[in-house]
């Protein structure tokens, strides 16, 4: 399985980004994706995941109302739409494949999940 992150950058508070990260290796279709981010000097935290199945997706409470989840099975790639960023948001970026198929989705709080990880992009929020 290999992941590949891309979309990160230096963007001001209130900006926007997406990030994209795209997959092979296995039938992306029947895997729960998400996203995870890590701070300098914290642990890696949940921010959203979404599940094999259509609609079913769950955003950290930090970030929900400001990002969106998404997927398009046709291209093998999960996307992370973020907007009115703050400098808090600033972290390495992680997208992670479930190594289940058909497993139930990540929830909010999740830590020590079995997946599949991407090589992080680096988010900025400058102030």
């Known amino acids: 399985v290999q992941l590949q992150a891309s979309g990160g950058g230096l963007v001001q508070v209130g900006g926007s980004l997406r990030l994209s990260c795209a997959a092979s290796g296995r039938t992306f279709r029947f895997y729960g994706m998400g996203w995870f981010r890590q701070a300098p000097g914290k642990e890696r935290e949940f921010v959203a995941a979404i599940g094999w199945t259509v609609g079913n997706t769950y955003y950290a409470d930090s970030v929900k109302g400001r990002f969106t989840i998404s997927r398009d099975n046709t291209k093998n790639t999960v996307y992370l739409q973020m907007s009115s960023l703050k400098p808090e948001d600033t972290a390495v970026y992680y997208c992670?494949?479930?190594?289940?198929?058909?497993?139930?989705?990540?929830?909010?709080?999740?830590?020590?999940?079995?997946?599949?990880w991407g090589q992080g992009t680096q988010v900025t929020v400058s102030s």
């Open positions: 992670a494949q479930d190594t289940r198929s058909y497993g139930s989705t990540w929830r909010p709080g999740s830590m020590d999940v079995n997946a599949y």
